[in-house]
């Protein structure tokens, strides 16, 4: 018989020195850390953000008010105290690798077409179609010159 490797995905477990975005409750958008696991459906976390309005405040959290992101705090210790994660933190750049990442420009994204007004949604609409207007343009012209060679 050939032999089966059997492997378990490693992506996104909830593990110390996890990094979670909040989804529900006061802390909506901002970034925590997974200290302790507290049981299958809590965690206990903290965020120590330099951003304004950023930081969070050690305390429990059901993991449906988080989204486990793909940052890992390396070799965080388990009930690690709040200036060990500080530490850790900025040591691993987390602020600077979520800021990075194509989700939290998405997120932006989407905050900032939120707020725009119907003028400036107006205005959005008619680059999108000025951006169209010369992408199809360059194509007509490539596909009329790949049909007259």
């Given at each position: 018989?050939?032999?089966?490797?059997?492997?378990?995905?490693?992506?996104?477990?909830?593990?110390?020195?996890?990094?979670?975005?909040?989804?529900?409750?006061?802390?909506?958008?901002?970034?925590?850390?997974?200290?302790?696991?507290?049981?299958?459906?809590?965690?206990?976390?903290?965020?120590?953000?330099?951003?304004?309005?950023?930081?969070?405040?050690?305390?429990?959290?059901?993991?449906?008010?988080?989204?486990?992101?793909?940052?890992?705090?390396?070799?965080?210790?388990?009930?690690?105290?709040?200036?060990?994660?500080?530490?850790?933190?900025?040591?691993?750049?987390?602020?600077?690798?979520?800021?990075?990442?194509?989700?939290?420009?998405?997120?932006?994204?989407?905050?900032k077409r939120a707020a725009l007004n119907d003028f400036e949604r107006f205005k959005v609409?008619?680059?999108?179609?000025?951006?169209?207007?010369?992408?199809?343009?360059?194509?007509?012209?490539?596909?009329?010159?790949?049909?007259?060679?």
């Amino acid at each position: 018989m050939p032999e089966i490797d059997i492997k378990t995905s490693a992506w996104r477990l909830v593990e110390v020195g996890r990094v979670v975005l909040f989804t529900h409750g006061p802390y909506v958008g901002r970034l925590a850390a997974i200290v302790e696991i507290i049981d299958h459906k809590r965690i206990l976390v903290d965020g120590p953000s330099k951003k304004d309005n950023g930081s969070v405040p050690r305390h429990a959290v059901a993991l449906n008010n988080v989204i486990i992101t793909p940052i890992v705090i390396p070799k965080l210790p388990r009930a690690a105290g709040r200036a060990p994660v500080a530490r850790a933190w900025e040591k691993a750049g987390v602020e600077t690798k979520w800021d990075e990442s194509a989700w939290a420009k998405k997120r932006e994204q989407r905050e900032k077409r939120a707020a725009l007004n119907d003028f400036e949604r107006f205005k959005v609409m008619k680059l999108r179609k000025q951006a169209r207007f010369e992408v199809r343009k360059s194509l007509a012209a490539v596909r009329a010159s790949a049909k007259a060679s």
